[in-house]
């Protein structure tokens, strides 16, 4: 298993290592501390979303809803620790601003789970619901301004360093290492590659498909609303029209680079996490060597659309 594993991602280290190469050439001030912190920074919430991400894929489905679900959870956090109540209980408010935040977001999985496995309507039409109305109902909850605030504690989840490096880069590492635990040695992991593999024959193996959906979609929006806070912790701001822009793109594009088949059935959790620090070292180089944002989506897309053409090959 280790082999092979290794053999699926040669290709994605050796573009890692060519990448990296390359900004040491021409990328000023790559190697020191400032840039490192930023790209971490950066790519951890790409990751942590395209680790979700990475589950749903391998269930057979998809998830366009995950940038709405980060900007609820992230405009629901600041409301709760600016409240009256929150800023009387400094410490309950802290940690219901990310407890809370966290729970909303597990429903909105619950309720994309519960349309796909119950309703049987399609992944795509069901979390293009949430799509369309989750960041709406982020700018009502916040009449459609931008929240500022000055919480230490709370801004520690996006400013804070562990040896150096920022908080979030250990929490996706640390979420990394749990899942592929979890998709190598739990049930739930091998229920979700049977139904990811083929629904059918896990039907019929007495595989609980319905609650394996819905396990999945609520650990995929409870990553996405942590993302959330963590935007929102950076930033010590909450904007709700703009949090999880276009995250949809970089969590399925990490994922797919990562070794991810849309098809379903496969799980590479690490690879994803590779596949997060290729997408976001690339769009990092385009921009810090003077290429406009616009032309990094171009890139972005570019790199999905050979990525399933190099599955479609291998299939074949």
Not at 230 to 240: G, H
Not at 271 to 293: C, E, K, P, R, W
Request: net charge positive; aromatic share 6%; glycine share 12%.
């Amino acid at each position: 298993m280790i082999g092979r594993i290794d053999r699926r991602m040669q290709g994605l280290l050796l573009a890692l290592a060519v990448l990296i190469v390359l900004n040491i050439v021409v990328t000023p001030n790559f190697l020191n501390m400032r840039s490192l912190s930023v790209n971490v920074s950066q790519v951890a919430t790409i990751a942590i979303v395209a680790l979700g991400m990475t589950l749903v894929i391998a269930s057979g489905g998809i998830d366009l809803s995950v940038g709405s679900v980060m900007a609820v959870s992230g405009a629901l956090a600041p409301i709760i620790f600016l409240s009256g109540w929150g800023q009387a209980n400094p410490a309950l408010g802290l940690a219901a601003s990310i407890v809370l935040p966290l729970m909303v977001a597990a429903l909105c999985g619950l309720f994309n789970g519960a349309l796909i496995a119950f309703v049987g309507v399609q992944p795509i039409i069901a979390t293009l619901i949430l799509f369309i109305s989750g960041r709406g109902i982020a700018q009502v909850l916040t009449s459609g301004n931008l929240q500022t605030f000055t919480n230490p504690s709370f801004t520690w989840l996006g400013t804070g360093r562990i040896l150096g490096l920022p908080v979030q880069g250990w929490i996706a590492i640390a979420l990394t290492l749990v899942l592929a635990w979890i998709v190598r040695r739990s049930v739930y992991g091998r229920y979700l590659l049977a139904v990811g593999g083929n629904e059918r024959a896990a039907v019929l193996a007495g595989v609980p498909v319905a609650r394996v959906k819905l396990a999945t979609y609520m650990i995929a929006a409870t990553l996405a609303g942590l993302a959330g806070l963590i935007v929102v912790a950076i930033n010590s701001a909450s904007d709700a029209a703009r949090i999880g822009q276009l995250m949809e793109l970089d969590a399925i594009a990490a994922a797919v680079v990562g070794g991810a088949a849309l098809s379903g059935g496969r799980a590479p959790v690490v690879g994803t996490l590779l596949g997060a620090v290729f997408i976001q070292l690339m769009g990092y180089t385009l921009i810090a060597n003077g290429i406009s944002d616009e032309m990094t989506l171009i890139v972005t897309a570019a790199i999905i659309a050979v990525a399933v053409w190099l599955q479609s090959g291998r299939r074949r």
